[in-house]
């Protein structure tokens, strides 16, 4: 059996009433918005959201660590559209780290890169389409391919 450190999640809304004099509705919610005070704030316990998984790691103790894992799709979200976050910035980061190189004017093997990129693309598409199965049922404005 292995051991994995799990991050599960859920949202708890927070509240607060505040009057404001404004000019009008949409210079109150700025107004409100900009307000960092939270000092009466008061926590929804009945709005609070269903559980899920915001990231796993293997090891003990290891959140933040080292590589996230994969969190399956069916624990990846709050009611299906929050997805992992962790997943995504391990994409984006494979991508930084791999090549450093970039971060100077020195030329870069072109070959070396083709083969990288066709191997981190195939990754990038997995996360991408994994993000597309939850948006897509609760989004008015999903992208589709020409």
Same mark, same amino acid.
């Given at each position: 059996?292995?051991?994995?450190?799990?991050?599960?999640?859920?949202?708890?809304?927070?509240?607060? !009433?505040?009057?404001?004099?404004?000019?009008?509705?949409? !210079?109150?919610?700025?107004?409100?918005?900009?307000?960092?005070?939270?000092?009466?704030?008061?926590?929804?316990?009945?709005?609070?959201?269903?559980? +899920?998984?915001?990231?796993?790691?293997?090891?003990?103790?290891?959140? +933040?660590?080292?590589?996230?894992?994969?969190?399956?799709?069916?624990?990846?979200?709050?009611?299906?559209?929050?997805?992992?976050? !962790?997943?995504?910035?391990?994409?984006?980061?494979?991508?930084?780290?791999?090549?450093?190189?970039?971060?100077?004017?020195?030329?870069?093997?072109?070959?070396?890169?083709?083969?990288?990129?066709?191997?981190?693309?195939?990754?990038?598409?997995?996360?991408?389409?994994?993000?597309?199965? !939850?948006?897509?049922?609760?989004?008015?404005?999903?992208?589709?391919?020409?």
């Amino acid at each position: 059996m292995a051991i994995f450190t799990v991050e599960a999640t859920y949202r708890l809304p927070i509240f607060r !009433h505040t009057t404001y004099v404004a000019r009008d509705v949409a !210079h109150a919610c700025r107004q409100a918005i900009a307000d960092d005070d939270w000092q009466h704030q008061k926590k929804d316990y009945e709005s609070s959201g269903s559980t +899920y998984i915001t990231g796993v790691w293997r090891g003990a103790d290891a959140a +933040y660590g080292n590589a996230a894992e994969t969190v399956p799709d069916e624990f990846a979200g709050e009611d299906g559209i929050v997805l992992s976050t !962790h997943q995504l910035l391990a994409t984006l980061n494979a991508a930084i780290e791999a090549w450093p190189q970039f971060d100077c004017d020195d030329v870069v093997p072109g070959a070396d890169l083709v083969d990288w990129f066709g191997q981190w693309r195939s990754t990038a598409k997995g996360v991408a389409e994994a993000a597309q199965r !939850h948006l897509a049922p609760n989004s008015d404005t999903v992208r589709q391919r020409a």
